[in-house]
């Protein structure tokens, strides 16, 4: 080599970075034992790409070592949202260890410290040997490693970043990452930053005052909302920098100059990928050695499905439809497609006022059309006619069999129904896979999705259509811009399938609940919006005067408590009048360091002060009075006459059904003002309202799960569960159970599910800690099967690190290991309640599925409008009530076979408050 020749970088793995990615992104691979092997061959093919890439290169492989790290002594919340490792990934760790090492790479990983740091160290002591460097690692942390001999590298993306390519993604040069980072803050590692600080923002702060100490230094310069949070998180933003930069002077055992490639050691490789069961990999061994290029088809094969997985294809082929010609080229596309991806562009969010814009189709990866139907801005091309569109494609949108997937296809459904087209063959709905999944993992909108999945970064919508109130509607915006939206839309839609689906095969539980229950809710769900419900308006406006004057009448007694006038709607006079004027305990603290006046410090100020029991009373009028009496009347819809909510399937951790515009979830029930807003929903003339509430369920359920022969007794023979608690807790006859005593067994039995502590219940129950500590270890005496099923709920939860309802939903708790002690005990006390909390949303989904069925099979005139915690709520014809009643009471008792019985409790009546 001649003295020019220029010298062979140094490559510098993240070997915990890929690890991961490989993990997410492959399907799951197992050999015939069920060892778990993706993760190991994406890792190790990674490397293969690497030495193909860099064959006269030293490549060092760093780890995150196990325990923790510095960084963890410095900030203890550091990390602690992350979700603790799946056990089939750390099962991976150890022979992909001994696989890299048999390779002949050295590979480090240095306890105390992460392998950002080791890596970081690597890198500066090749600078000071004028060594060019490659790092390959999907971190955008390592950005801060960048300079002129330090470059990026992801394999799995096939993207390089030097000091150009750090400026150009992140706006600011490699020397300002570390600011920029500590700004944005990162909510996977829990670096605290600046709440809603964005990207953007940074950078504009970057640009204008130079560096993060220029940035709080001219603090006070900054207004709005963000100039608030930045002030107030200031303090913190030394922590966020010190724990996002990375460490580049780690004491290691061996410096670089130490390390060295090795010869392969074929005969532990052999056994290695023998019992792994890489077969194309055992073959090149047999050829000539575990590094022989080109590599075997098999091999790559497996490195195609890796990149396909992971990046997003460069050679998309994207069209738009402009032509009958081209129209008819794709419904011969889709007639022959195994199974193809949709979705609608639409003028609204709201499905009920949503006009079609276009369509766009994916039938393979990389392979998608819009077709727009009506763009209508000035100087916009010819489209095709909509209706013809539609009636085109409604034979195949209604086929059973031909298998459609989408994102959240519950919207589309709802917009091509206003088009007379029912879409059926729902074969995947990627945000409910991902829902599924793993609840808890990552948010399951499409752009979310897409990062997670396919680390992959989408057109966003504000990319292309503006924000704020010059925002366009999709048929403002040019074709040209529109349709790449739309088709990578799609595209990502088909290839988000793949990925998912691939995991929930290695899942057979999740796989049915995907397929059994949610999807087919989907269209159920569906139907329920667009029926709506009925309001009676005027009701609702008197309602609302009586509010106003209700109010009035507490703020002029609060002013008469104060001694003087003020905003009860300000928290800064509030605090100076409760705890400046008055004197009154500071029970708590914001994080400003103000007294808080929370409804929660409130509550208990209440229960010894007159005034803060008034401002509690005026709060929860007004949000009354805001949110329902006078926004409802506005929500209805001229075209229906009624309200029309919206469900969410993948929103609660538990598996619940949330509602939004209306929330009918958190209408409240307990006070009178609440009751009075569902006297408001009404039945139309010649129908009434049923509603059908499941009784205790989840006391029901913990009988079943616990299997507590005291609970199971007493639901079974149909005793009044609080009351048998009461005689049990308190020792006297069911017959001597007073008021107090049934009231305080309620508290007890609802109370232990949720996790309730000696001092909750003392505070709710008002008695003292050591009374409150006595009916709990009363109740757990007498009902020893609660205690063991807690104590033994917690124990797997610690291991598994997650729960399952009865019919195989997960729920993950990232914090069941942590070593914050408030944030572990948290876990565990979800770790009590979900099975339940998810159990009983199983049941009411699977009541839904099987009420609709049963009225589907029936010639009955009833309709579900609304479903609201364990309830079902129906219009119901007059005189078929008792019909219905018994068809949704056997539908619903028979949704799941519980160790007891299923209580229905149905009511009929004009309103919905009458139904109860």
Known sequence: MSASAPRAPLVLVDGSSYLYRAYHALPPLNNAKGQPTGAIKGVLGMLRSLRQAYPDSLTVVVFDAKGKTFRDDMYPEYKANRPSMPDDLRSQIEPLHEAIRALGYPLL???GVEADDVIGTLAQQAWQARQPTVISTGDKDMAQLVNEHVTLVNTMTNTTMDIEGVKEKFGVAPERIIDYLALIGDKVDNVPGVPSCGPKTAVKWLEAYGSLDGVLEHAEEVTGKVGEKLREFAPELPLSRDLVTIKCDVELEEPLAALAMKAPDTDLLFTLYTELEFKGWLAELKRGGPLATPESAEVAADQGELAEAISFPTDTRYETILTQEDFDRWLEKLNKAEIFALDTETTSLDYMEAQLVGICLAVEPGEAAYIPMAHDYLGAPAQ????KVIAALKPILEDENKAKVGQHLKYDMNVLASYDVELKGIADDTMLASYVLNSTATRHN???????????TTISFEDIAGKGAKQLTFNQIELEKAAPYACEDADITLRLHQVLQAKLTAEPKLKTLL?????PLAPILSRIERTGARIDAERLHQQSQQLATRMQELEAEAHELAGEAFNLGSTKQLGE???ERQKLPVLKKTPKGAPSTSEEVLAELALDYPLPKVILEYRSLSKLKSTYTDKLPEMIKPKTGRVHTSYHQAVTATGRLSSTDPNLQNIPVRSEEGRKIRQAFVAPEGYVLMAADYSQ???????????????????SHGEDIHKATAAEVFGVSLEGVSADQRRSAKAINFGLIYGMSAFGLAKQLGINRTDAQTYIDRYFTRYPGVKRYMDNTRSDAGEKGFVETLFGRRLYLPDIKSSNGMRRQAAERTAINAPMQGTAADIIKRAMLAVDAALGASDLDARMIMQVHDELVLEVKADQVEAVKALITKAMSEAAELKVPLLVEVGTGCSWEEAH
Request: hydrophobic letters at 50%; a negative charge; charged letters at 25%.
């Open 109 to 111: 990983a240095v306890t």
């Open 384 to 387: 095709l006619d909509r209706n």
């Open 446 to 456: 499409m752009d979310d999705l897409a990062k997670f999945y396919l680390d992959h």
């Open 515 to 519: 397929t059994d229950l949610e999807l």
């Open 577 to 579: 009048i409760l705890f």
């Open 697 to 715: 369920i989840e006391l029901r359920i913990m009988a079943h799960l616990s299997d507590d022969q005291g609970l199971l007794t007493a639901f």
